[in-house]
């Protein structure tokens, strides 16, 4: 038996259907509260600002940690009543809209902050759609002025530890930050 | 006729804690303020006010190493390595 096929050129033709509409799954976002991003505008020694996009506006609170702090440890609860374990810095700042804008943003300012310290800055937003997840960004404070030394003269030689206490009281300082090298002598006419 | 003088090289470490006031600035202020100097004179009679003091801003050198790394000891558990700075 001998089968056979035959094709034959077809022109595409209009069948007449219409799309008469579409469907989505997808959501807004813009309604959902998070935290978008978190930016540093200064970090110096012992303070830092920072910015948080968010969206919406509401009240964004922060705790600053101990760099390495595990992240699982670090929950709104905890930062909302300081009890964040490494915790060094708590604070929040008011998510505003922008007038000139859409973005919605909070500034923070940091302080008690030691020099030269990994930390990790952990923040949410708290709206009145809802509470976001923890947003973490990590960060270095910056390094401290250099130590200074002053000549001072005397004219017996004296008791190092009575001078450090003075000195610690005219200059209002801890006696830790005050050092004394070994005294030379000096002739003067 | 001359007189001895004793001179006592002191130092003041930065505030990790707060560095809003830099060291020197902290001595600055201290040298040009007679009566800051007239109160440590009342706590230390030998001080000489009259001397002209210079201040000096102490700047942090990195570490360098002396020596580089080596094998001192080794056992089939264990290995001992060396290595010396120039700066404590």
Redesign the interface.
């Known amino acids: 038996m001998v089968l056979q096929l035959t094709t034959v050129p077809q022109n595409s033709t209009d069948v007449g259907h219409t799309i008469v509409s579409t469907s989505s799954v997808t959501t807004s976002q813009k309604y959902i509260p998070n935290v978008y991003n978190l930016t540093s505008s200064q970090i110096g020694a012992n303070a830092a600002s920072f910015t948080a996009t968010t969206s919406y506006s509401g009240t964004v609170y922060y705790a600053v940690v101990a760099a390495g702090t595990p992240t699982s440890l670090i929950t709104t609860d905890k930062i909302y009543n300081k009890q964040v374990s490494s915790g060094v810095s708590y604070g929040s700042g008011s998510a505003i809209l922008q007038s000139s804008g859409v973005n919605t943003l909070a500034q923070l300012q940091l302080k008690g902050l030691k020099t030269q310290q990994n930390y990790t800055i952990a923040v949410y937003l708290n709206s009145t759609i809802g509470i976001s997840t923890v947003f973490f960004k990590n960060f270095t404070t910056a390094k401290a002025s250099n130590g200074a030394s002053i000549k001072i003269a005397m004219s017996t030689p004296i008791n190092v530890t009575s001078y450090v206490t003075a000195l610690s009281q005219v200059l209002s300082i801890v006696r830790t930050r005050i050092y004394i090298l070994t005294p030379t002598q000096a002739l003067a006419t | 006729m001359?007189?001895?003088?004793?001179?006592?090289?002191?130092?003041?470490?930065?505030?990790?804690?707060?560095?809003?006031i830099?060291?020197?600035d902290?001595?600055s202020s201290?040298?040009s303020n007679s009566n800051?100097k007239a109160?440590?004179l009342t706590?230390?009679p030998?001080?000489?006010p009259s001397?002209p003091?210079?201040?000096?801003?102490?700047?942090?050198t990195v570490p360098r190493i002396r020596t580089q790394i080596k094998i001192v000891a080794l056992t089939y558990n264990s290995v001992t390595f060396r290595v010396s700075f120039w700066e404590q």
Request: charged share 15%; aromatic share 18%.
């Open positions: 001359n007189n001895r003088y004793y001179i006592y090289d002191t130092i003041i470490a930065p505030n990790p804690e707060d560095d809003s830099a060291p020197i902290q001595l201290f040298n800051a109160l440590l706590f230390i030998q001080f000489i001397y003091s210079t201040i000096r801003e102490i700047f942090n």
